[in-house]
């Protein structure tokens, strides 16, 4: 089974600095990853996902991913980062087109003024 | 508009007694999820659904139950087995279910046992 593990529990970062948030997951035949935000007390919303093509994905909200296969990552990245994004963001990926989603802890974002 | 329903928002039990938490779709998905979220643990698998009538266990299927008798509809009954119920609880669909499947969330309701 597909495991993914995000690296922070928590990132605080400064309004309009930049920001990447780690994610790596575990080696599998082919791979399809996600990433997902969630704002307090709210359900998830999709940021972007990749499922094959290019190795570099954009999202909603100005962010962007990068798929590395030797390093087995897809960590999020945004320029420049807003007070509204501060939220609790999960990694997502499966195995194989039949699998479901394991998600990763979880990285709580916490922009400051 | 189309979404994902969950109700209640807030939800309060006694030591030892069943509930149930509603999830309604209009979305037309085939596919329904339920997630549990404890802190630090991200999301955790506890059943889905492909299909109407059709129904398997996640990673923490013990002590939950569920029931997929229509297709916009996948309620989720937390019985007095659950040890610790305590928990924000998600519900999704998809379109067709499976790895590459975009999955859309509900609200969420927070259970809290007294």
């Known amino acids: 089974a597909q495991s993914v593990t995000q690296l922070d529990s928590q990132v605080p970062v400064f309004e309009e600095a930049p920001v990447e948030l780690r994610c790596n997951y575990s080696?599998?035949?082919?791979?399809?990853l996600f990433w997902y935000v969630q704002y307090p007390n709210q359900g998830l919303q999709l940021l972007l996902k990749y499922l094959s093509g290019s190795t570099l994905v954009k999202g909603i909200n100005g962010f962007e991913a990068e798929f590395n296969k030797s390093q087995t990552s897809f960590h999020l990245r945004k320029p420049s980062v807003h007070i509204s994004d501060t939220a609790e963001y999960f990694c997502a990926g499966s195995g194989y087109a039949g699998n479901m989603l394991t998600f990763g802890g979880g990285t709580r974002l916490m922009v400051k003024p | 508009d189309g979404g994902i329903t969950q109700s209640p928002k807030y939800l309060f039990r006694k030591e030892g007694q069943n509930v149930t938490l509603s999830c309604e779709q209009n979305l037309n998905h085939d596919a329904m999820y339920w997630y549990r979220q404890d802190p630090g643990q991200g999301l955790r698998l506890i059943y889905y659904s492909q299909i109407v009538n059709d129904f398997q266990k996640g990673d923490i299927a013990e002590g939950y139950s569920v029931s997929r008798e229509k297709k916009e509809s996948f309620p989720l009954t937390v019985t007095s087995a659950q040890k610790n119920p305590t928990a924000f609880y998600l519900c999704?669909?998809?379109?067709?279910?499976?790895?590459?499947?975009?999955?859309?969330f509900g609200p969420g309701t927070r259970l809290t046992v007294l």
């Open positions: 080696s599998s035949v082919s791979v399809y």
């Open positions: 999704a669909s998809g379109q067709r279910g499976g790895g590459t499947d975009t999955q859309y």
